[in-house]
């Protein structure tokens, strides 16, 4: 039986494109239920009787709407496509997180193994040789992130792909949830990122307010 929750991955149908919607009409594959996919959730232009997967975005009877671009949608296919990946390498998603003006999602992964803690550098290993595949059901760029129990630690990762490396100093305010991310002030544009998309985006994912500060 198809689980209807939101953001559970549910295979439809496209029925109808419904131009005053800006939307496909589409039916949830194996229910008699049907849904809109927005176009501007929707990953690339389809045909009717195309069929893919989306996420559950939300329900609001009698409409349910499904979208390819929520951190959901993301989050769902990685654990469904990539899982021998994920359990061969000890890893668990913990968190994804985009903005709406980003190109990316940045998705953070914990590393349960007992035979130590992978870096960012091994998980960008990890995962190299499965971006062109990846690209196929994700239509944005994904950066994966080790996620920390330490904040001042995560907020650091989370501002991959900056050269995290060439963090001078962190300082970490607990009772404001802050963190100061010291770097020279020739990378500062390389940290914040176009629009400041990758700090926004590492603030959005961590849940801790950054401050990127050029010395």
């Given at each position: 039986m198809l689980i209807i929750k939101v953001g559970y991955l549910v295979p439809f149908m496209i029925l109808k494109a419904l131009p005053d919607y800006d939307s496909?009409?589409?039916n949830l594959i194996g229910t008699d239920l049907y849904s809109l996919l927005p176009k501007k959730y929707s990953k690339k232009t389809y045909k009717i009787g195309d069929t893919d997967w989306a996420a559950i975005f939300d329900i609001k009877p009698p409409k349910i709407i499904i979208s390819q671009k929520s951190p959901q949608y993301v989050r769902k296919t990685l654990e469904s496509r990539f899982f021998d990946i994920l359990a061969h390498n000890h890893l668990?998603?913990?968190?994804?997180a985009s903005i709406?003006?980003?190109?990316?999602?940045?998705?953070?992964?914990?590393?349960n193994s007992k035979n130590g803690v992978l870096n960012g550098k091994d998980i960008y290993e990890i995962f190299k040789p499965y971006q062109d595949t990846m690209h196929e059901h994700i239509e944005r760029k994904v950066y994966f992130v080790m996620y920390s129990n330490?904040?001042?630690?995560?907020?650091?990762n989370a501002l991959v792909p900056a050269p995290i490396d060439r963090v001078r100093r962190v300082i970490f305010y607990e009772d404001?949830?802050?963190?100061?991310?010291?770097?020279?002030?020739?990378?500062?544009?390389?940290?914040?990122g176009k629009?400041?998309?990758n700090v926004l985006s590492a603030i959005k994912l961590t849940g801790v307010n950054i401050e990127i500060i050029g010395r």
């Open positions: 496909y009409f589409c668990k998603i913990k968190r994804v709406g003006s980003a190109n990316f999602f940045k998705v953070a992964v914990q590393c330490v904040k001042k630690d995560f907020a650091v404001m949830n802050k963190v100061e991310v010291i770097i020279d002030e020739a990378d500062v544009g390389i940290f914040y629009n400041k998309t």
